[in-house]
T-cell receptor
């Protein structure tokens, strides 16, 4: 069975600092992995998607994630945090039949 | 191109009532999935429809049902509402049939409160 674990339910960084949000997955087949962001009272917005074409995936708003098969990880990074990055971030793995399996989410706070 | 739209955005119901939520996918998208989001359980898959057929269902009781119309619009229905059904219900659409590889695009959600 596939699963996703996000390490750290809350992460706090200072504006301008590196953002690192951790995601580990479990999958018996080559996974398709996603990062979504959710702002308050909104739906999920796709940040980036891994489809095996390249291990380093670039997304919107300078986010990127690196797929590491040996570590079963897909951590999300951003070189310099902005106040507008404060939101909840979800890592997900796709399963058959239109089912996304989500991690529990990581709330990112950005301090001025 | 317009995104996924969901109506209504907010609903307040009482226990025992039933509710219907609506989702219009992105134009040209034929697959619609529904998810429930709660603080305790997180994001959980409800069901997925393609070409008016339910192809996959999550682990929810039979009180939760859905359907898809020929124009790909989808509705989900919850009967005999319970307090625990209070949640944000998210709809997502994707372009092709193989949603294990395709990207799902989410709507803003419907916030259901059961009193």
């Amino acid at each position: 069975a596939q699963s996703v674990t996000q390490l750290g339910s809350h992460v706090s960084v200072s504006e301008g600092a590196l953002v690192l949000l951790r995601c580990n997955y479990s999958s018996s087949v080559p996974p398709y992995l996603f990062w979504y962001v959710q702002y308050p009272n909104q739906g999920l917005q796709l940040l980036l998607k891994y489809t095996s074409a390249a291990t380093l995936v670039k997304g919107i708003n300078d986010f990127e994630a690196e797929f590491k098969k040996s570590e079963t990880s897909f951590h999300l990074t951003k070189p310099s945090a902005h106040m507008s990055d404060a939101a909840e971030y979800f890592c997900a793995v796709s399963s058959q039949g239109g089912k996304l399996i989500f991690g529990q989410g990581t709330e990112l706070s950005v301090k001025p | 191109k317009a995104g996924v739209t969901q109506t209504p955005r907010y609903l307040i119901k009482t226990r025992g009532q039933q509710v219907t939520l609506s989702c219009s996918p992105i134009s040209g998208h034929r697959s619609v999935s529904w998810y429930q989001q709660t603080p305790g359980q997180g994001l959980q898959f409800l069901f997925e429809y393609f070409s008016e057929t339910q192809r996959n269902k999550g682990n929810f009781p039979g009180r939760f049902s859905g359907r898809q119309f020929s124009n790909s619009r989808s509705e989900m229905n919850v009967s005999t509402l319970e307090l625990g059904d209070s949640a944000l219900y998210l709809c997502a659409s994707s372009l092709v049939a193989d949603t294990s590889t395709d990207t799902q695009y989410f709507g803003p959600g419907t916030r259901l409160t059961v009193l």
